[in-house]
């Protein structure tokens, strides 16, 4: 006499994950590229899902998988198992120091009348800053004033003495990002822009630039909705502003020839336009999407 194998039930092996757990297990996964473990309230703020969750969801689906070890916590810091938790409080201190370096030359950065944003992105902006972390900047300006504004950025560094080595970087001033005040919304979009644009470290903004940034790329929200309120209660269009001058049009038209003849032969990967200089030669955006 045969003996019937016993039926295998899906409920047996446990709960199906919910969105919320696999949000959860996602972040951390993301986070775990930069060996950085978040807090309670950083891994809600920053749950990569596309949808609000609820903080009491969350709470709940936290718990579970810590109870069952796919999460773990220490020190009040969450982390996947066998990712690093090392150095935090170091790294964070560090990226402090940072900031204060970067609110230091701000000072002098917005007296450029066509400066309209600075804000600090990158590993510093994170609070994940290591000893050879550069404090990177992006800078918005008037339109049709970016290579001007460039040039004076890039003086007032050398200036003061911080303006970005690539033999030592440490501790220097990158600014690698200028954007064109009339031409705000990032053009790639994914998860680990939506993570940069959201982590953004505001140090001075002028027309209330930085807000027209934020709601102009309002499409965060899609892949971290629970950080992301911009865009939802508007209560009047701001528009760019723009300095009309046909002599400082030439200027601007000839710093932005002159300063491409001086890159030419050092350009690799960057984005070089009148609306947008990316200096991105160590862009890490694919590497960690791949790693993700």
Not at 28 to 41: D, G, N, Q, T
Not at 86 to 95: G, H, I, P
Request: proline residues 3%.
């Amino acid at each position: 006499m045969k003996t019937k194998k016993p039926k295998k039930f899906k409920h047996l092996a446990g709960k199906p994950e919910t969105p919320a757990a696999k949000a959860i297990l996602d972040t951390l996964r993301y986070k775990a590229i930069f060996s950085y473990p978040v807090s309670f309230y950083e891994l809600w703020h920053f749950l990569i899902h596309k949808e609000k969750v609820e903080i009491g969801a969350f709470r709940s689906q936290l718990e579970h998988l810590v109870k069952t070890n796919r999460v773990q916590c220490a020190n009040g810091l969450y982390f996947l198992p066998k990712a690093t938790a090392e150095n935090v409080e170091k790294k964070k201190m560090l990226a402090k120091r940072h900031i204060e370096t970067a609110s230091s030359v701000t000072a002098y950065l917005k007296r450029i009348p066509w400066v309209e944003m600075v804000a600090v992105t990158g590993s510093v902006a994170a609070s994940n800053a290591d000893s050879a972390s550069d404090i990177d900047l992006l800078i918005v300006t008037e339109s049709k004033r970016l290579w001007l504004s460039r040039l004076f950025v890039v003086l007032v560094l050398k200036a003061l003495g911080i303006y970005w080595n690539d033999q030592k970087p440490a501790g220097t001033v990158c600014p690698n990002i200028f954007m064109s005040s009339g031409i705000l919304n990032w053009e790639k979009k994914n998860v680990y822009i939506a993570n940069e644009i959201a982590l953004l470290y505001p140090l001075f903004s002028r027309n209330e630039t930085y807000f027209r940034f934020m709601e102009e790329n309002s499409w965060v929200k899609d892949y971290l909705a629970n950080c992301y309120q911009f865009g939802q209660a508007l209560t009047h269009k701001r528009t760019a502003k723009t300095t009309v001058s046909k002599l400082v049009d030439l200027l601007e038209s000839v710093c932005m020839k002159a300063q491409k003849i001086h890159m030419q032969n050092k350009v690799t990967t960057e984005v070089i336009r009148p609306n947008l200089a990316h200096f991105n030669k160590k862009d890490s955006m694919f590497a960690t999407l791949s790693k993700y």
